[in-house]
């Protein structure tokens, strides 16, 4: 019960208003490593966080980001610790973030735990604009991400999803144009010499329909090349061969 509090408030607040014990060990959550320590060294395992589009529940084996969780887990069970969430649910995937790191499980990141971190965060629709919106909360607590990914991405209000942090080292953008929704067709770097952005990648669905058997009807009716995209293999399969080149196997 206490490890979680400590977790929450690290979600909420700012670094001097975490409990004194985080101050002890990381001075206000700093990013600089104690002398002879590698990032390396402190956390190798991937964590891999999935957000789900629309109103749709992180259980709902329909849809990609849940299937290539569960493959990237299967595939890499020691290396990968990956968890899908409701977007809507961003402190609970925040808290699982933080839980992963917090490697001596005494309630607070040190600045080893931080600087250490292997993130990589990924989403659909509304989930695609919540993975920005958990990098930039990552990016108030100084800790870095790997890499985001955004399919076919819709803001949500009072977010700010075409605009990556400078603690993401690499972002990439998948989207389409037709129908009556569908996403962002760029996305920028705040600062370019910190954060790479690999691309943004349209795709198309005229004359070459994606099966999106058991969505709902209505949208498949009404949002078709949005819930395309969603389902396309050809995308889903290169967003997980690249989140593959982030894990680092053990030794």
Not at 71 to 92: C, G, I, M, T, W
Not at 130 to 155: F, M, Y
Request: contains cysteine; aromatic residues 6%; hydrophobic residues 45%.
């Amino acid at each position: 019960m206490i490890f979680a509090s400590l977790f929450a408030a690290c979600a909420v607040a700012s670094a001097a208003a975490l409990a004194p014990s985080c101050s002890v060990h990381d001075a206000a959550f700093a990013t600089k490593l104690p002398a002879g320590v590698e990032p390396a060294a402190v956390s190798r395992r991937l964590i891999v966080i999935g957000f789900m589009g629309g109103r749709v529940g992180a259980g709902n084996a329909v849809h990609r980001e849940l299937m290539v969780a569960q493959q990237l887990q299967k595939r890499y069970p020691q290396a990968v610790h990956a968890a899908v969430f409701a977007n809507h649910d961003e402190k609970s995937a925040l808290r699982a973030v933080l839980t992963q790191l917090d490697e001596n499980k005494d309630g607070c990141l040190s600045a080893a735990e931080k600087s250490g971190a292997r993130v990589v965060i990924y989403g659909h629709s509304w989930g695609a604009s919540e993975t920005v919106a958990l990098a930039r909360k990552l990016n108030d607590l100084s800790i870095p991400v790997l890499l985001t990914v955004q399919v076919d991405s819709v803001q949500k209000p009072n977010h700010q999803d075409g605009l990556i942090p400078p603690n993401v080292g690499e972002a990439i953008n998948f989207y389409q144009t037709e129908g009556l929704l569908h996403g962002r067709t760029s996305i920028t770097a705040m600062n370019p010499k910190q954060t790479k952005i690999l691309g943004n990648f349209q795709s198309s669905y005229k004359g070459q329909p994606v099966d999106c058997a058991g969505y709902p009807w209505f949208a498949r009716t009404f949002m078709k090349p949005h819930i395309e995209i969603e389902n396309d293999p050809t995308v889903w399969d290169r967003i997980e061969a690249l989140i593959g080149t982030k894990v680092v196997e053990p030794a």
